[in-house]
């Protein structure tokens, strides 16, 4: 028994008493009990608060090494403590034997039976055959309280405690033994989960209780409110908990699955963006060495006519491209680039008429210069596009 177990069955009584102190306790039920013998409730109390005043009854400060400083759980035959090691200061659990049954030889060796039952479960623990024998185990941790958790550490730090804390469970039911309702001081924060440590066996106990208790420590250890199925899944914990520890495993692992999945989906859609944005970089590289690669065509050339009639010449030095009336030009490339407009309605013109032999002779222009530079400016402004799309990242 716990004392949470004995504060409920003191709330079934009328007028409950306070649960401390305990010996005011015993003394206030015994009185009750003696005014009335036929209250069961009443007689039930009284057992068990008779249990925890007996659970102190006879025994030294130090037992089995380790400094008593708080009662923990309590049965007919032992009681179970925390406090510290007073060799090395650490915490410590020590359930010990009452001193009323100590020297029962069938009881000793039951404490060493239990002692290799718990031994795969709780790390470190030892049986001291002493004057009144006992078992001890170090505390992997201090309690787990809510105002001390962390909640935010991220979500492999989630995967991590809940994941380690729901194995660690699993590993009770697995050994053939239950988990009590547990103490606070029997939920232990390890730091990357959550360990119970009990330090006697149970069977046949219904393992709901143990897994809220849990799932409600991690609910609030985990405070972010971001969706992970992880989160989900203590959230889940915490409403509704599974009728066994395998059952916990199995949402746990589909958690795990249904979280894997989204970080492997995430890292291939991450995997593409960065693949096409090298490619894109590439591209982007070769059209700019195309681009400088390929300078205009020199030369001049007679390119259509205007309105009033006036010839319209091309020229090109190699790096600076005109064309219109020969005494007064438009810019059509240099430098700093095109001029979009100028530059796309001479491929226009150059599409729609073909090119004069007589103009060409008239202004001493090259035929095949109006065709290749033609074709070069219609070439250059794709090219353009190309790496202004490249460039904007469409």
């Known amino acids: ?94 359930r010990v034997a009452l001193a009323s049954v100590a020297r029962d030889p069938l009881l000793r060796r039951q404490l060493v ?12 623990l030892r049986v001291v055959d002493d004057e009144i024998p006992c078992l001890v185990a170090p505390l992997p941790g201090p309690a787990f309280q809510v105002a001390a958790a962390g909640g935010t550490a991220g979500v492999p730090a989630l995967a991590r405690m809940v994941t380690h804390t729901i194995a660690g469970l699993v590993a009770w039911e697995e050994r053939g033994l239950g988990l009590p309702r547990l103490d606070d001081t029997e939920l232990r924060d390890a730091g990357d989960r959550l360990v119970v440590i009990v330090l006697t066996p149970f069977s046949d106990t219904d393992s709901r209780h143990v897994l809220a208790t849990v799932a409600d420590a991690l609910g609030a250890w985990w405070r972010d409110e971001s969706a992970h199925p992880l989160a989900e899944l203590v959230h889940a914990l915490c409403e509704t908990a599974p009728d066994t520890l395998g059952d916990a495993a199995r949402r746990t692992v589909s958690a795990l699955a249904t979280a894997l999945a989204g970080e492997r989906h995430a890292i291939v859609r991450a995997a593409e963006v960065a693949s096409l944005g090298l490619r894109k970089e590439a591209l982007l590289e070769w059209v700019e060495r195309l681009d400088v690669a390929s300078p205009p065509p020199q030369g001049a050339a007679a390119l259509g006519v205007d309105l009033d009639g006036h010839t319209l010449v091309v020229t090109s030095d190699g790096e600076v491209v005109t064309w219109g009336v020969a005494e007064a030009p438009d810019l059509v490339y240099d430098e700093d680039g095109f001029d979009v407009p100028v530059a796309r309605k001479l491929v226009r013109t150059r599409g729609t008429a073909p090119i004069s032999e007589r103009l060409n002779a008239e202004i001493g222009g090259d035929p095949v210069f109006a065709e290749r530079i033609a074709r070069w400016v219609a070439a250059a402004l794709e090219l353009r596009t190309t790496r202004l799309l490249l460039s904007h990242g469409a």
């Open 113 to 124: 039976r239990d002692a290799r039952a718990l031994g795969p479960l709780v790390p470190g």
């Open 1 to 94: 028994m716990i004392l949470d177990e004995l504060a409920e069955l003191l709330e079934t009584l009328e007028r409950p008493p306070s649960v401390h102190p305990a010996d005011a306790l015993l003394h206030s039920l015994e009185a009750r009990a003696d005014a009335d013998p036929s209250d069961g409730a009443v007689r039930d109390a009284l057992l068990a608060a008779h249990g925890r005043v007996m659970a102190e009854a006879g025994l030294r400060p130090v037992v089995g090494g380790v400094q008593r400083e708080q009662l923990v759980r309590w049965d007919a035959t032992t009681s179970t403590w925390v406090g510290h090691d007073v060799r090395t200061g650490e915490a410590a659990m020590v």
